[in-house]
């Protein structure tokens, strides 16, 4: 049985990637994890193909025990794996307290970590690993430098795995998005604002999700949606991060 194990599936891309997928017929189940029971049974009655619901708290152990404990007792292939679970915090490192960059860290890195690992025993020839990053990985990004920082270690850690599971045919995309219309954006100005240029940018889930999709299905490592943020990531190749740095003085 192929299934398909997403993580933030409650709410913004997360839940996109789970209709996409369950839409499209490639799975046979969708294994959902999230905090919100509630948003997960919504979700569950939408779809139209089996789910299997995870209620927890990726910052904390139990959610991966549990998880793996349910793939070593089930026949079944982890055709996708989408990392979706994360969140930011704006505003100058010294002002946002020391707990919530932890968490930024906890959720962002050692969670999508851990489900790598957890799954990757699980999937063949064909599967695909679909992490959500961010354009904020392709540069230090100050008034963000945490979130910026952990979103950099998951474009780099997907980079490398691509290349160390490539031999067994299996496919790792890093998603790379500029801001996206979900509720990210409400929680992370709970400690500051976004410039207002960058709200100029916002696109919507369901497009960046469809792009990531095919993306992933060309085999492609990076899926950047739309000509600004392809942009930034030409200039972050070309142009020393010190003289970008001073965009923001």
Not at 70 to 97: C, H, M, Q, Y
Not at 170 to 178: A, E, F, K, L
Request: hydrophobic share 40%; net charge positive; aromatic share 10%.
């Amino acid at each position: 049985m192929n299934i398909a194990i997403i993580s933030g599936a409650s709410s913004g891309m997360g839940r996109d990637f789970a209709r996409l997928l369950a839409e499209k017929k490639e799975i046979d189940e969708c294994w959902l994890i999230a905090r919100r029971e509630n948003r997960l049974k919504e979700l569950q009655k939408e779809l139209k193909v089996a789910c299997r619901i995870f209620v927890g708290d990726l910052k904390e152990k139990h959610i991966f025990d549990v998880l793996q404990s349910n793939l070593k007792r089930s026949n079944v292939t982890v055709k996708w794996l989408i990392s979706s679970a994360g969140f930011g915090k704006v505003g100058r490192f010294e002002d946002i307290p020391l707990e919530e960059s932890e968490d930024m860290i906890h959720l962002n890195v050692l969670a999508l970590t851990r489900l790598a690992s957890i799954c990757l025993p699980f999937m063949k020839e064909g599967s695909r690993i679909v992490h959500l990053s961010s354009s904020a990985a392709f540069l230090p990004q100050p008034n963000f430098a945490v979130y910026a920082a952990t979103k950099s270690y998951v474009l780099s850690f997907s980079r490398a795995l691509r290349k160390e599971v490539s031999t067994k045919k299996i496919c790792v995309t890093s998603v790379c998005p500029g801001p996206v219309r979900t509720e990210f954006f409400d929680i992370a100005e709970q400690t500051g604002h976004f410039a207002d240029y960058k709200k100029a940018f916002y696109v919507h889930s369901k497009d960046v999700v469809y792009k990531a999709y095919l993306d992933a299905k060309k085999n492609k490592a990076v899926s950047v949606y739309g000509l600004p943020m392809k942009f930034v990531h030409l200039a972050s190749k070309v142009l020393p991060t010190s003289s970008i740095l001073k965009f923001y003085e």
